[in-house]
């Protein structure tokens, strides 16, 4: 292992054992290079690796530095893209992904869903039901509504995954925007959120399940629809668009 690798390695293991909350400021360049005895290039081999594992942010300029920034699941995601994009994965696959694990989560999130979570996804649901056709307000709560799920579900690792699989469908690379989907299919999807809230209500895993299932196989519908030709090409990492653009499910 490269010593660059090393003092990475430590520095990361400072930031998590200390629980140094995003934005904190690391000691100086000198500081740091007295601390882990390295010279000023390996310091900074070490600083741009951990930059490119969303680790930190370096800022540039007199006050700048490395700052603690925490990784995202959207990190993740790029890196699934890569492996995807090398072995020729197409979209459609990325449906598949999600349609294998996202009613498992539904199904676990029935068995300890608490009065809290279901008020905010019921909250939720009325701010995309307000105004169904503002399409960046029904983009944002439906990332929320199925966030709030997999949160539920009590299993951190599913949790993360499946918000990397949501964030290389975000990308969908090939210019797919959540304005091309009609009236109709937000309106499908706001239905079966409310389907899906009724049996998470009703704390019945079998149901939750089976309404996630038929939401996610009515957006793949949907999509493919719209995209029918592009659902058969390879994700590509290049292509994606800028992080923060959703698309609806």
């Known amino acids: 292992m490269k010593q660059s690798e090393i003092v990475a390695r430590e520095i ?9 909350p995003e934005g904190t400021r690391l000691p100086t360049e000198r500081e740091m290079l007295e601390t882990y005895g390295v010279g000023r290039s390996t310091l900074r081999e070490a600083l741009r690796l951990l930059e490119s594992r969303g680790v930190l942010t370096v800022r540039p300029g007199r006050d700048g530095g490395p ?3 925490r990784p995202r699941a959207s990190d993740l995601g790029e890196a699934l893209t890569l492996l995807m994009q090398f072995e020729g994965v197409p979209f459609s696959e990325v449906f598949a992904a999600r349609q294998a694990l996202e009613p498992r989560l539904a199904r676990m999130a029935a068995d300890n869903m608490d009065d809290e979570t279901l008020a905010a996804m019921a909250a939720s649901n009325d701010r995309m ?7 960046q307000l029904f983009r944002e709560e439906n990332f ?4 709030l799920i997999a949160s539920a579900a009590n ?4 949790e993360l995954f499946c918000a990397a699989l949501e964030s290389v469908a975000d990308g969908v690379a090939f210019g797919v925007v959540a304005g091309d ?14 389907n899906l809230l009724k049996a998470l209500r009703a704390r ?14 009515e957006g793949r519908a949907s999509w493919m629809a719209a995209y029918r030709e592009l659902s058969r090409q390879p994700v590509q990492w290049s292509s994606l668009v800028a992080p923060g653009t959703r698309m609806e499910r």
């Not at 990361?12 to 140094?20: A, D, F």
Request: charged letters at 35%; hydrophobic letters at 40%; zero cysteines.
């Open 67 to 69: 700052v603690v920034r």
């Open 12 to 20: 990361t293991k400072q930031i998590v054992s200390e629980r140094l």
């Open 129 to 135: 039901a307000s105004d169904i056709d503002d399409r």
């Open 144 to 147: 929320r509504f199925h966030e």
């Open 155 to 158: 299993s951190p690792l599913l």
């Open 181 to 194: 989907f009609t009236h109709g299919h937000r309106v499908l999807a706001l239905e079966a959120h409310r």
């Open 204 to 217: 019945d895993p079998e149901a939750a399940e089976e309404a996630m299932r038929v939401h996610l196989e």
